[in-house]
């Protein structure tokens, strides 16, 4: 389990980048992608929201991307577990969003670049370099609804847009 507090503190942007720091997860980073876990195919991984299957049906893996900031916990179930968990053969990764509070917080984070590589054979235009190829936005805000009323009725806003030239114009290392 990965808290809020150590969270803030990774050097990650997504709950991906965060799985890969925990023991028995690897990044595949070929043309298909994908999370495995304990060796397991990225399908064998059921992904929870909040308690709810959140599962791309046709390709496995998770169907949407969480903001770092947007997470409250992050908990990896390896090994045994309940039949509750239906079609999860290698883990289980349960994901809780954050609740709005009593005060307003907000974050907003924006990067981009592009690939780089000598092999111009192999990656077309990759000496085509711009600053827009790949640009990615995350943006949280969070707190009450009508300030006085505490945390009685509260919101929490998370946006992330990832744009991408795609993975045959280089591979992103750093």
């Known amino acids: 389990t990965v808290e809020d ?55 496995g893996g998770m169907s949407m991307d969480i903001a770092k900031d947007a997470i409250s916990e992050l908990s990896l179930i390896t090994g045994a577990f309940n039949a509750e968990y239906g079609n999860a053969m290698s883990g289980v990764v349960n994901v809780k969003v954050k609740d709005g509070g009593k005060d307003y917080r907000g974050s907003l984070s924006y990067y981009t670049g592009d690939y780089n590589s000598n092999a111009e054979d192999i990656f077309p235009n990759i000496s085509d370099n711009s600053l827009t190829a790949n640009t990615t936005l995350d943006a949280f805000v969070s707190g009450p609804v009508i300030p006085g009323l505490g945390d009685k009725l509260t919101f929490n806003i998370s946006v992330r847009r990832n744009q991408s030239e795609g993975y045959l114009n280089g591979v992103r290392e750093h």
Do not use: C, K
């Open 5 to 59: 507090e150590d969270i803030i503190n990774m050097p990650v942007n997504s709950f991906d980048e965060i799985m890969t720091t925990m023991a028995g997860v690897v990044e595949n980073n070929n043309a298909n992608g994908g999370i495995h876990l304990r060796g397991g195919r990225t399908g064998e991984i059921s992904y929870l929201v909040d308690g709810f299957l959140i599962e791309n049906a046709l390709f």
